[in-house]
């Protein structure tokens, strides 16, 4: 069974920073790319950033570019978000994604807030 489970989120204040972790299990974690993405209330869920599968090519959406880094530890199977320079609009429900075998798995989310 598929399992995605993300942690780390929390209040901080703009400028502050956060670490998102997203533990997986059911799967082969090497041979998959992961990504995160986050809704803010009342908004769509919108893509964040996305690792490919080993250590492969990583891709930003321009409102995180250079603030925010995903990173992923195959041997423990684990992807993660350094999120720096947080903003009051960075505020929202982070999800870790999985697309595998046609069905696209999220985990139950972590609620990030960035204070003004």
């Known amino acids: 069974e598929v399992q995605l489970v993300e942690s780390g989120g929390g209040l901080v204040q703009a400028g502050g920073s956060l670490r998102l972790s997203c533990a997986a299990s059911?799967?082969?974690?090497?041979?998959?790319?992961l990504g995160w993405f986050r809704q803010a209330a009342g908004k769509e869920r919108e893509g964040v950033a996305c690792?490919?599968?080993?250590?492969?090519?990583?891709y930003y959406a321009d409102s995180v570019k250079g603030r925010f880094t995903i990173s992923r530890d195959n041997a423990g199977n684990t992807v993660y978000l350094q999120m720096n320079s947080l903003k009051p609009e960075d505020t929202g429900v982070y999800y870790c994604?999985?697309?595998?075998?046609?069905?696209?798995?999220w985990g139950q989310g972590t609620q990030v807030t960035v204070s003004s």
């Open positions: 059911g799967f082969r974690f090497d041979d998959y790319a």
């Open positions: 690792i490919s599968s080993r250590d492969g090519p990583t």
């Open positions: 994604n999985l697309d595998y075998r046609g069905y696209a798995y």
